[in-house]
């Protein structure tokens, strides 16, 4: 098995936690008093958490509607392809939405990070110097 070298683990790391951390600045959320079809018509989601009337819940990717049925592709590690639903089966739809309050906050917090991190690097560098 190949192992990264030491130096991409470095530049690894960050990315990761980048990452991670956007991921956290979004949330499942679903829009007030709108119908399937004209949530799907206005907003044109690429991803939607559905929760049905018997409590299942699963997402669709790229989801369309035909007639009286939802239609998209199942976003899930244990099943793929196709997924219809019949409208009246559907007891929630929800989109994956931004804070953008919470990323704007996370952000600075890294940049600062970073910063104190730059910082600490140099002072080493003049400490080891001496």
Do not use: N
Request: net charge positive.
């Amino acid at each position: 098995m190949s192992h990264m070298p030491r130096q991409e683990q470095r530049r690894a790391r960050p990315r990761l936690l980048l990452l991670t951390y956007l991921s956290g600045c979004t949330s499942w959320q679903a829009p007030q008093q709108v119908a399937p079809a004209q949530l799907i018509a206005d907003r044109q989601p690429s991803a939607i958490r559905i929760t049905r009337t018997d409590q299942s819940l699963f997402v669709l990717k790229h989801p369309t509607i035909v007639g009286a049925t939802l239609v998209g592709t199942l976003d899930s590690a244990w099943a793929t392809g196709e997924r219809r639903v019949m409208l009246s089966d559907v007891q929630k739809i929800e989109v994956r939405q931004t804070d953008k309050g919470e990323t704007i906050a996370l952000v600075a917090v890294g940049a600062v990070v970073v910063a104190f991190g730059v910082y600490l690097l140099a002072c080493t560098g003049e400490c080891l110097e001496r």
